[in-house]
């Protein structure tokens, strides 16, 4: 990832003055270049200056992208105490917390679908208001990367069950794709005494539940809601 880029992104996070209403989901790509609402940010200067035969879709997408991105961070934001914090260390270029941004970028670009940088968003803020640590945010990034967002109703039936039977599922096919992602695990059968006289082998009432990583991409990545 370019230093400009990062470091033009860092300075469009701590200057950031946009209306967060706006939805620039429904924003076309030219119009970041064309608009003056878009056309100053540092961001956006700097891509433009870094192409110099003009500028290809995949700059475009990643300028829509990043925007999205840093617009969701500084909706969650607003009034938060430890966000507002962070944007005083990007202010002054802390080396640490430009690294972090960076691989944010990184992923970013790596995105096909532009609602992801929603999700990313909404975690990258939760990390930073230290909910949990850096090591689950990368995990939950790459989980971002590989899932169906057509998926996430059936993440939705999952979280509000915790556990469940193969009964309680809605999609199936969804349901597999989001165990190959470690959402959801199987519950173990185990050894107990029911009344202490001896030991046997007994069925569990449920067959899967939520791992900690599903909760914590439903609770903090979709912020308990679909409406991303």
């Known amino acids: 990832m370019n230093d400009e880029i990062v470091q033009s992104t860092a300075k469009t996070i701590y200057n950031y003055n946009l209306d967060t209403a706006i939805d620039i989901a429904e924003i076309g790509l030219d119009s970041f270049f064309d608009d003056s609402l878009f056309k100053d940010l540092s961001i956006t200067r ?87 640590n850096w090591e689950q945010f990368q995990e939950l990034s790459i989980i971002v990367d590989n899932i169906f967002l057509s998926d996430l109703k059936e993440l939705e039936n999952i979280y509000n069950r915790q556990m469940l039977t193969m009964n309680d599922i809605n999609n199936k096919i969804s349901f597999r794709r989001l165990k190959t992602q470690n959402l959801v695990e199987n519950i173990e059968n185990t050894l107990r005494s029911p009344d202490g006289m001896g030991i046997g082998f007994y069925l569990n009432d449920y067959d899967y539940q939520i791992t900690e990583l599903g909760r914590l991409l439903f609770e903090y990545g979709l912020n308990n809601n679909l409406n991303i």
Do not use: H, P
Not at 48 to 53: A, I, P, R
Not at 75 to 81: H, M, T, V
Not at 108 to 114: A, F, G, P
């Open 46 to 132: 700097t891509i433009y200056g870094l192409v110099k035969t003009g500028l290809a879709i995949r700059e475009k997408y990643f300028l829509k992208k990043t925007l999205m991105f840093i617009n969701q961070l500084n909706n969650n934001g607003i009034s938060n105490e430890n966000y507002q914090q962070y944007k005083e260390k990007l202010k002054d270029n802390d080396k640490y917390i430009l690294k972090e941004l960076e691989y944010a970028l990184i992923i970013i670009d790596r995105y096909v679908d532009y609602k992801k940088n929603i999700i990313l968003a909404n975690l990258y803020f939760n990390y930073i208001d230290k909910k949990f």
